[in-house]
């Protein structure tokens, strides 16, 4: 699977957009990107991913550049319980492969 | 409500002796999962399993066993032969299909003096 690359931590202010970038500069064509977030000893939760369209759901935006080497996710108005640890995550197509994480990077959403 | 019930949320165990961690997903999954989560690191696979009675090692075996006698459990065995097994335990579970999501349980945290 491919590696990713995301900074280790930022902040935001709460009610602004949170843009949480990620570099996957060795993505093969089959290869999805997702994302997860982690709040402090809980279990990961599922947020989005996608191919190579951009994606949307109730929780986040997911834009993929055109090249597919970096991604952004995009939580439109971040609150304090947005606080977490996000991973990017780069996943082979088909029933047998791995979901690998990284360390993620720490938001921080201050009020 | 469907979900993924790990438990205890907590366990202390002795030095050498082996420990059972549940899991049990009612979500009707054909996938289960076990991470292993240090401070500070990410979560690193332990073991999977893609159907019943079946299961693959993932990238930290060693010191680990598990079972997959039925769809909606998969218990994992830390033994003691695992030299550094106090850790955050993860299970989770998704459908067999093409890149479908995990999700995950809330975790157990195990502290071996």
């Known amino acids: 699977d491919a590696k990713t690359t995301q900074p280790t931590s930022m902040d935001c202010a709460e009610g602004r957009a949170a843009n949480l970038p990620c570099n996957h500069s060795t993505i093969s064509g089959n290869e999805y990107v997702y994302w997860y977030r982690q709040i402090h000893s809980q279990g990961p939760q599922y947020i989005i991913h996608g191919l190579k369209n951009n994606e949307t759901n109730e929780m986040a935006s997911l834009i993929i550049t055109e090249d597919r080497k970096s991604s952004t996710l995009i939580l439109p108005h971040a609150t304090l319980r947005d606080t977490a640890v996000y991973y990017c995550?780069?996943?082979?197509?088909?029933?047998?492969?791995?979901?690998?994480f990284g360390k993620g990077i720490t938001l921080s959403v201050r009020p | 409500d469907g979900g993924i019930t790990q438990s205890p949320k907590y366990l202390f165990r002795k030095e050498g002796q082996n420990v059972t961690l549940s899991c049990e997903q009612n979500?009707?999954?054909?996938?289960m999962y076990w991470y292993r989560q240090d401070p500070g690191q990410g979560l690193r696979l332990i073991y999977y399993s893609q159907i019943v009675n079946d299961f693959q090692k993932g990238d930290i075996a060693e010191g680990y066993s598990v079972s997959r006698e039925k769809k909606e459990s998969f218990p994992l065995t830390v033994t003691s032969a695992q030299k550094n097994p106090t850790a955050f335990y993860l299970c989770a579970s998704s459908y067999r299909g093409n890149n479908s999501p995990l999700h995950f349980g809330n975790g157990t945290r195990l502290t071996v003096t």
């Open positions: 995550i780069v996943r082979a197509a088909g029933a047998n492969s791995k979901l690998t």
């Open positions: 979500l009707n999954h054909d996938a």
